[in-house]
């Protein structure tokens, strides 16, 4: 725990300068897109720089979204009075799993959710049993689908739906031993979605 927590500090630290870098970055392509729109008569390569300013304009708004999940996820081993907040949790997660499920052509969707839910897990916690329920549905979904997430709430408790294969399809994935010995430690329910389809994590309530 102790090694979780320095390793986030130094994590959070870093992605927080990252942001500045990447701030400044954001401030200067807009300046010069300001000063080439002022200049841009008789200058025959504008279109060019126009184009390169909008991708790299692009590419910064992408990195900073990707340092905020970043320093999200290097404060999730601390743990919060209140409890961690689920469709937080569950938001980071997706956002730094695309790259590993664009891998297998799988497309991650996060459908909006039930704001506010809380668990007493840490963030990390919620983050590691749907990431394993995740790695196990990208382990049986064919190539080229959509794995939609969802977090809800139902009977009181916050719940996180994945609305992809069969929940038996589901139970022959080489990491659902994992998961079902990671959510047993962590208090999780592990059930079928609607229709024996997908599967839904029921998370602990937070403490009084």
């Known amino acids: 725990m102790r090694d979780a927590l320095f390793m986030g500090r130094m994590t ?20 010069m897109d300001d000063l080439l729109a002022m200049s841009s008569e008789g200058f025959a390569h504008a279109e060019r720089f126009k184009k390169g300013l909008g991708v790299l304009a692009e590419q910064v708004e992408r990195g900073m979204i990707l340092t905020e999940q970043l320093n999200f996820c290097a404060h999730a081993p601390e743990k919060s ?29 996060l459908a909006p959710g039930r704001a506010g839910l809380r668990t007493s897990l ?9 990431g394993a329920a995740l790695e196990a549905a990208l382990d049986v979904l ?27 399809t589901l139970q022959q994935a080489k ?17 079928a979605g609607p229709g024996g389809m ?3 994590l029921s998370l602990p309530r937070p403490a009084a």
């Open 81 to 109: 009075p209140a409890g961690a907040d689920v469709n937080e949790s569950v938001r980071a997660l997706v956002g730094l799993s695309r790259r590993s499920a664009a891998r297998k052509k799988t497309s991650l969707v």
């Open 175 to 191: 990491g659902w031993n994992a998961l079902v010995a990671l959510a047993k430690t962590l208090g999780i329910g592990l059930c």
């Open 142 to 168: 064919p190539i080229g689908t959509q794995l939609m997430l969802s977090v809800e709430e139902q009977g009181g408790l916050g719940v996180v739906r994945l609305d992809g294969p069969g929940y038996e």
């Open 122 to 130: 840490r963030a990390v916690e919620v983050m590691d049993a749907v």
């Open 12 to 31: 959070a630290s870093a992605t927080h300068e990252l942001q500045n870098i990447l701030a400044t970055i954001r401030e200067s392509s807009g300046l």
């Open 198 to 200: 997908g599967l839904v």
